[in-house]
């Protein structure tokens, strides 16, 4: 039996740590990236191998992949890990920073995908896990942006499972809730502060409510009711990728189990539900 090999993007902190330290201890070879390699010394001390990788740069995407069939011969698993939340009402957010979002979210795992695919159907097997979110089965008021990215990864993957399946590849979805990480640091970054804000957010003043829930709320990121550890999460994608039979969707804790059920809910339901929060003092 091979060593199996596994790549793992946005491995700087959260569910990224977490997973390359899982794979780790179950005696995978593992590659773990971050776009700055300072950040993941640590791992390389524990005994993964470490590499620069930011998903956006195409140059890193081929350099890294072609170095891994290069020292192993084979790739077992990507994990589609590196990612942001986007936040702020649609109208706020300009475009330019739409794209940024698409970019990390949706085509850098398409990159990672497309450099892959061909070396697992060569070695007949493989499995690649894309990390999504709750928040891509359903949207809220000022989520907009990143749900409309974790949506389309949804949508990819759920095309990609029936596309690869002849190869005895595997694309797998994890859905996690909110998770006790720093993500709520970016959210509130995002949120605060009045005009445009540090980070180029364009307050039109039309949606003071909708800022105020994410003010008032933990429920999104890094802390809040039902938040679960980032090893929780990398549970789920170490079962995925050491399964000869993953589910093609999981969700680590109740919030995202019970969250993804809200789909099945009327619009006009959501919407009420939406407009009496937005009321709240």
């Known amino acids: 039996m091979h060593q199996k090999t596994v790549l793992i993007t946005g491995c700087s902190s959260g569910v990224g740590r977490a997973t ?40 890193d995407v081929t350099r890294v992949v072609d170095r891994i069939i290069d020292e192993e011969g084979r790739i077992d698993c990507l994990v589609n890990n590196a990612g942001y939340g986007q936040f702020g009402p649609i109208e706020d957010v300009p475009t330019e920073m739409v794209h940024d979002q698409f970019d990390v979210n949706v085509y850098g795992p398409h990159r990672l995908t497309r450099a892959v695919l061909p070396h697992m159907r060569s070695q007949g097997d493989g499995t690649i896990v894309n990390v999504s979110s709750v928040a891509g089965r359903i949207s809220f008021p000022g989520g907009g942006v990143y749900s409309g990215s974790k949506f ?16 005895d590849i595997d694309a797998v979805l994890v859905e996690p809730g909110p998770v006790e990480t720093k993500f709520n640091q970016r959210v509130e970054a995002e949120v605060n502060g009045n005009g445009e804000d540090k980070d180029g957010i364009e307050r039109s003043g039309a949606y003071e409510a909708v800022y105020k829930l994410f003010e008032d709320s933990q429920a999104l990121g890094g ?40 789909r099945f809910i009327p619009d006009s339901w959501r919407d009420a539900l939406f407009g009496f929060a937005r009321k709240l003092p």
């Open 20 to 59: 390359a330290l899982d794979f780790l201890d179950e005696e995978w070879e593992v590659y773990a990236t971050a776009r700055n390699p300072a950040d993941i010394e640590t791992l390389g001390e524990r005994g993964a191998n470490i590499a620069t990788l930011d998903v956006t740069d195409h140059g």
């Open 152 to 167: 389309a990864l949804e949508a990819m993957t759920d095309a990609l499972r029936a596309e690869v399946e002849a190869y």
């Open 223 to 262: 802390g809040g009711p039902g938040a679960i550890p980032p090893e929780r999460v990398a549970e789920d994608i170490l079962n995925a990728a050491s399964s000869t039979k993953p589910k093609p969707r999981y969700q680590p804790g109740t919030v995202a189990r019970v969250g993804v059920l809200g």
